[in-house]
């Protein structure tokens, strides 16, 4: 069936029913304030939704808490992170994936602070002229902070709403439609609306699961009626992601320092720590050792990018005098503190090299 051109009518969200859901069941979030509070007066700290947005789109809830609750004690307001060495905000992203990200967090809080005053614009329209900051965490910063009515359509609202409408399109090919249903349903109490939508996708319309039973969408849900919401949303078609090889070289000193280096400024993981390294190229290519000393393989890497698939065979080797090129050398303790992505901690530890997670 091809993408109804306006949105369904009636709208199946009923907002009402859903605030009225949220405000028993919202989930406790560092970031947020809860409906109760809000109705008390407390506003949430544009700041800290920031953050936890940008956070919040590389991994789960769980993990964004650890990496929050660090991140607001080094750095408590944007004035703060601003002021912070670019490297230890990277540091303190490791782990978290997508490092493009980090270095425009640190960006967007210098841009605040320079060009803003230290507050963040209170739409979405300004929210969007900072660095690193897009259409969906403008619009979630809006509403959730000034209770801006716009659609906030992150992967578990348009999985709600591709039940609630039984969706034929994959929701990548549908989404000017299903902003337009969500925007027609948002009321007032826009930021609680956006964070309800969130809660009911992560908890009750559940990627794998529908509680269709204590859903408050359910008067208005097309798949809970059919029986077959689980259905939805429809998957795309499959594309072959690219596969890649190199490899990887751990040179370890006497006293268990590590060789690293710096990645270069643009491309993949740019400006992060690494141990040296091949090319990544589409055939593997004989290794071509840093230097001339007695290497032995030690394992196999795979590690899955968006846009590929990467393989790395890790050779491993004692230090020479002189190590190879320019990097430092970095002591066992000192390798958590590291701005290490996890491709490179995967790599140390094919090489029996454990690297602790940073003490959060
Ligand atoms: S009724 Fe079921 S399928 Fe429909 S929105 Fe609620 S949980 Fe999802």
Not at 25 to 50: I, L, N, S, T
Not at 53 to 59: A, G, I, N, R
Not at 89 to 114: D, E, F, K, S, T
Request: with cysteine; aromatic share 8%.
């Amino acid at each position: 069936m091809p993408e109804p051109a306006a949105p369904i009518k009636p709208n199946p969200i009923d907002a009402d029913a859903l605030l009225a859901w949220y405000d028993r069941h919202a989930r406790e979030m560092p970031w947020r304030v809860a409906p109760a509070d809000k109705v008390a007066g407390e506003r949430p700290d544009p700041y800290r939704v920031w953050l936890s947005e940008v956070m919040l789109q590389q991994t789960t809830v769980v993990t964004v808490r650890r990496y929050f609750e660090d991140f607001t004690n080094r750095w408590p307001t944007v004035a703060d992170l601003a002021a912070a060495p670019r490297e230890e905000v990277l540091a303190a992203w490791a782990g978290l994936g997508y490092y493009a990200r980090a270095r425009n967090l640190h960006a967007c809080a210098q841009a605040v602070v320079a060009d803003h005053g230290g507050a963040f614009p209170t739409s979405a329209e300004g929210l969007k002229t900072l660095p690193g900051i897009g259409a969906y965490t403008s619009a979630a910063i809006a509403a959730i902070c000034f209770d801006e009515q716009v659609a906030v359509v992150d992967g578990n609202v348009e999985r709600v709403v591709a039940r609630l409408t039984r969706l034929s399109d994959p929701v990548r090919n549908a989404k000017p439609l299903i902003g337009e249903i969500v925007g027609e349903a948002v009321p007032e109490r826009a930021g609680d609306f956006a964070q309800a939508m969130m809660d009911l996708g992560a908890t009750i319309c559940a990627p794998k699961s529908a509680n269709c039973l204590v859903c408050p969408l359910r008067p208005g849900c097309a798949g809970a009626a059919a029986g077959d919401a689980l259905d939805f949303p429809v998957a795309p078609p499959k594309k072959k992601r690219p596969a890649r090889v190199g490899h990887a070289y751990v040179l370890e000193r006497p006293d268990g320092a590590i060789w690293l280096r710096r990645r270069a400024d643009k491309g993949m993981l740019a400006e992060m720590t690494e141990v040296p390294g091949s090319a990544w190229t589409d055939d593997q290519e004989a290794p071509d050792f840093p230097m001339d000393t007695e290497w032995r393989e030690a394992g196999e890497v795979e590690h899955v990018f968006t846009h590929f698939s990467l393989r790395l065979t890790v050779w491993q080797a004692r230090a020479g005098e002189e190590p190879p090129g320019e990097g430092w050398w970095s002591k066992p303790g000192a390798l958590s503190r590291e701005a290490l992505p996890t491709l490179y901690k995967k790599v140390l530890k094919s090489a029996g090299i454990d690297v602790k997670p940073p003490r959060l």
